[in-house]
């Protein structure tokens, strides 16, 4: 008699330990749901502007956008990242100044 109680509690137990874990999984699952991707983070999309931007206006409006980037930069966590890329930039835009270029280096604009 005694074992047969201690069966169906322990049953009971069990169950209600299932059900918790259950209703944790579904409270963690509900929470990933809310963080869904926009279309484009701002990592993307400034790097897709300057791309945009040299493609409609040209190679010499783009110094002046990259500037008014620069001072929006400095705030953002890819600072580092971006100062690095408008360096590079510079330098590109510097030797096509220069006039010392060929057609490969312009082709990723």
């Known amino acids: 008699m005694y074992l047969r109680k201690w069966k169906k509690k322990m049953k009971k137990k069990n169950k209600k330990e299932m059900k918790k874990k259950k209703k944790e999984k579904r409270k963690k699952e509900k929470g990933k749901k809310k963080m869904k991707k926009k ?32 001072q929006r930069r400095r705030t ?12 590079r930039m510079n330098r590109t835009l510097s030797m096509v100044a220069s006039k010392q270029w060929d057609s490969s280096l312009l082709e990723w604009s």
């Open 39 to 70: 279309k484009f983070d701002n990592y993307e999309r400034r790097l897709i502007a300057p791309i945009v931007y040299l493609r409609v206006f040209g190679l010499w409006s783009y110094v002046v956008f990259d500037n008014l980037l620069l």
């Open 76 to 87: 953002s966590i890819w600072g580092q990242y971006w100062r690095g890329k408008s360096s």
